[in-house]
T-cell receptor, first 116, second 112 residues
């Protein structure tokens, strides 16, 4: 149980275009999902917390107009990188909590974004 | 804000040797989780510690939570090549915050 999928696994896009990444909880309902960014050989940087039916809470320094997060259902959250630039190239990972009173997170397989 | 320091950043061991990674928080934690990320993979939840002084074991892995709930450790006995990866701790502050603070991770390299 507690499986999280992420799509696409890899994406290459041109500068100035937008890219949407989907995160789905496959066998549970996720009231809260998290979006992280990870640079090579570095830790996870929390970008935002996404709660179903409400606006995402962004961490300090993360541009909410650039990284649009939508959590429209209990099993789906999306991250859209708008007007992507090469510096947005990174590994984006989502995670989900299995319940309101739980702390452990289950991570998706990640999306490798390359902006050319 | 809350900080979770994790050391060492890298650890090279010969297969069969033991390995330990440590996490220290600047504030008291309500709980702490440990995750493992294999090279090229994503973090996988290993365990959660909640009680002061708690010790949990998973085969060759031993997890400890300090008495003051400000530090934790993961010890692997007799490492194997399958233990290769980066181990992260993630702490939650007392008061019920669901926003985790991750340590920077310890990358374990096991030489056969």
């Amino acid at each position: 149980g507690a499986v999280v999928s992420q799509h696409p696994s890899r994406v290459i896009c041109k500068s100035g275009t937008s890219v949407k990444i989907e995160c789905r909880s496959l066998d549970f309902q996720a009231t809260t999902m998290f979006w992280y960014r990870q640079f090579p050989k570095q830790s996870l940087m929390l970008m935002a917390t996404s709660n179903e039916g409400s606006k995402a809470t962004y961490e300090q320094g993360v541009e909410k107009d650039k990284f649009l997060i939508n959590h429209a259902s209990l099993t789906l959250s999306t991250l859209t990188v708008t007007s992507a630039h090469p510096e947005d190239s990174s590994f984006y990972i989502c995670s989900a909590r299995t319940g309101f009173w739980t702390y452990e997170q289950y991570f998706g397989p990640g999306t490798r974004l390359t902006v050319t | 804000g809350q900080q979770v320091m994790q050391i060492p950043q890298y650890q090279h061991v010969q297969e069969g040797e033991d390995f330990t990674t440590y996490c220290n928080s600047s504030t008291t934690l309500s709980n702490i989780q440990w995750y493992k990320q294999r090279p090229g993979g994503h973090p996988v939840f290993l365990i959660q510690l909640v009680k002061s002084g708690e010790v949990k074991k998973q085969k060759r892995l031993t997890f400890q939570f300090g008495e003051a709930k400000k530090n934790s450790s993961l010890h692997i006995t007799a490492t194997q090549t399958t233990d290769v990866g980066t181990y992260f701790c993630a702490g939650h502050t007392s008061g019920g915050s669901y926003i985790p603070t991750f340590g920077r991770g310890t990358s374990l390299i096991v030489h056969p």
